[in-house]
């Protein structure tokens, strides 16, 4: 009888196992399949994702290539333009080399008679009517009559005899359309592109085609299609799928495919490029595209039976434990175990959940002024009582739907939905207020102070994520530490913005000045009565080494807070000489240039010696080098300003007095001053346009005293014909500003100025 019933028992023990392992098997061969299929379609969209990428850099490369030349034949066309070269007897000589110096093949200008000057490149230039181009030339022309930018087919070159593409732009003078240049090249750079690899261990191969599925780019990469002329044709496509793939790329441009060669599968890509009619023609190798991805399907096929394996040995005993401690795994991982409060996991899920619905909300952080020496006076005991406390006076002070948790230490959270920042800011100095009222009743020798970070976040700026207002919160909480009083600090994006610029200056700029990304700029002082130049400003801009350019009004305060201006001045002082050296040496007579000068360089003790030293080393007459001092420094202490004037003087140099007039101008202390020419500030020209009368008059006076102390003047921010005769009509000596040219690099100043007929 006892047998008989530990039979049964163990039948129905076994019949269970039995069962429990069928079920077992069916979910791990349900979940290998499912697996199996999910790797499956990852390899597939993996290798999708991949021939995309791919065919995209070869777009950008393409692209980039066709906006370079763009850029090339737009500067020839602007300079064609804006100097009236046409018009020269050597324009065909001029365009020749253009034509050679950025290596077209051919580069035809036509002007709006239809007269037709064509440069081929190493065969020199011909004059001819538009018939004797292509016909793809002559459209190219017409279009950039017409003020369009315009592109060609790859076709074969009536006058290379090459095949070639060609763009085309117009030439304006001014507002006017006066002509068309066109400029061919070479389909090779295409090719040379479309050979290359976009990225490391490129797999695909890619080639151009038209609508019709003819070659026009082959790069040389593909093993496939042999001596194929068409795509069409070959074995990518049946009929079918070449209608579809024609119709696709005329309603999307774009059509997607896969197919098997020789045992081996591949997915296909013809995406148009935006070149006419061409399309780009990508295909790649399934397995070489995603190689990891078929040892990763082996590798887990293994994995995934040892790990289901296990799991069905430890699900029950870990049901049961998760089941039994479920609850206090929950407390320990969202709560705080000192104060109650949530913890920043629970903190961030909480937000992260109204994210979804809020449009716009504040976070806020809170934090206890030197904290650490609350512990260290009164021990740990008493911080802890402090930070149960400060939970206690945030709790109450909370509204409905909002949010607050301690981080670690000191730290609390708080979210809310109230975003404007005179109430916020009132509630917190309330509860701030309360901490410290509090604190201060039960340890009275010891002032509790708190500081607090915030950041609001408006409707349009839901795309920041939670991780990038958390920092912004970080950072205007240590703004509002740095004031030992109860603070409320909200973050500011353009006073950050300044910070980073600020930092960015100051810890690159010894690296600048070496790596010479301060690039001279100058702009040319005109005599009003000759109407010539008569010298030039040397101005600054800085090209970082990212390609981005920082303006002076962005480093220069900067430096002279720092002290670096002094370095930067004599960099800026050693560019001038350099250039005027280069000048000379190329037959040139220069200008004088005028170097502006900080107070703090000008005081230097070795002023002087140092200037001598590099006017010396590049044998320049000092008599070019103009040194302009601030208003604002020189009428400071007269006295000693003369004495370093007239040291300078002494030694050819020319000293100006800047932006006269910006200050606290004084016609009496003008006279005391001996300096060899005034600048007028350009704030006296806005003031006349504005209607200022009288701002007139006191210029007249300015200029007629300088000119009974023989001090020629010199007008700053001269931007319209008006501002031009007026200070003409007040016998002003030289004008600078946007009128007569804006600051243009040293070489272009050369170009255009400095070998002024």
Known sequence: MYREMNEKRTEKQLKRIIRTVIGAGILLLTGGVIFAAILVDMMDRSVAKQLQEETEGYCKRLYDQIHSDFQIIDTVASVIGSSGLAERTDFPELLDLANYKNDFLTMIYMDDSGTLAAAVLDQGVTEKDI??????????????????????RIIQGALSKEEVIIYGTPVYDGNEIVGALAASSRIDIFREILSADVSAGGTSYVNMIDLDGNYVVRSGKDDISGQLTNVFSSPYFDEADTQAAKQQLQDTGKFEFSFSYNGERYKGLIQSVGIHEGCLFSVIN?????????????AAGVLLGMMLFLMLGLLSYGCRLVWKNGIKLRQIAYYDSLTGACNMLCFRQNVEENLRTDRKYSILALNVYQFKFINEIYGREQGDRV??????????????????????????????????????????????????????????????????????????????????IMTHVMLALERAKEVHQNNVMFFDKELHQKEILGNYVESHMNQALEDREFQLYLQPKISLNSGKTAGAEALVRWFKSDGGMIYPDQFIPLFEANGFCVQFDMYMVESVCRKLREWIDQGAEPFPVSVNQSKRTFYEKDYISWLIKITDKYRIPAELITLEILEGFAFENVEEVNRKIEGLQEKGFRVSLDDFGSEYSSMNTLGK?????????????KDVAEGKKNVKVIMEQIIELAHKLNIPTVVEGVETLEDHDMIRELHCDYGQGYYYSRPVSADEFFASWLNQE
């Open 387 to 468: 930070l149960r406390f400060i939970k206690d006076q945030i709790e109450k002070n909370l509204e409905p739907g909002e949010i607050f948790c301690r981080e670690t230490a000191d730290i609390f959270y708080i979210y809310t939905t109230e975003t404007d920042k005179e109430r916020l800011e009132k509630r917190l100095k309330i509860l701030m207020d309360s901490v410290t009222r509090v604190a201060s009743d039960a340890k009275g020798d010891y002032q509790l102070l708190l500081c607090c970070g915030a950041a609001v976040v408006e409707e349009n700026e839901k795309s920041q994520t939670l991780d990038e």
């Open 286 to 298: 399934t397995r070489m595209g995603s190689r990891e991805i078929y040892v990763l399907i082996h």
């Open 131 to 152: 018939s004797g181009v292509s016909e793809e030339a002559q459209k190219v022309l017409l279009e950039a009559m017409e003020g369009n930018q315009s592109i060609s």
């Open 673 to 685: 001053i001996r300096i060899n020419e005034l600048k007028l500030d350009r704030w006296f020209l």
